[in-house]
């Protein structure tokens, strides 16, 4: 790879591979320290990409595999909070909708991110994740039905709140 693709390709998917890896470990500075070895991967790559996309599915599923061996060299608890560098939106509701993203359960957040921030399709995201197409359906609607259960919650409590704070002023 020339320094030029490589340099292109940090710029382009630098972004993406670091949401990727931070969903999975929830820590800015392994996030971050993930990334870089998941480029230097690509660096150090002497195989060929048919084109740009077949480079950034490669990426995450680097990415996805040095989460996964992260994972098993070492014991760790995350309490870090989502860092502000975190790649979204100036939108509010956005930027709500991706925490409650983040608050997922692992097996449903990674496929919800692939599909919705990604736009990988369900049969890509089956084989980045070694699934079956099945599989990363369920876990997709699972997962859109707790954010949808959260949303309602949220609404429900709005709701009371503005009851109460009209009730008063009565």
Known sequence: MTDDKFIWAYEEYRKTVYSVIYSYVRNAEDASELSQDTFIR???????????????????????????NHFRSKKHISASPIPDDLPADEDHELDEIIGEVMKLPEKYRIPVHLFYYEEYSISEIADMLELPEATVKTRLRRGRDKLKKHSERKIGCERKSLQKSNGRRM
């Open 42 to 68: 690509l660096y150090t790559y002497d195989g060929s990409f048919d084109s740009d996309e077949h480079m950034k599915a490669w990426l995450i599923r680097v990415a996805i595999n040095s989460c996964n």
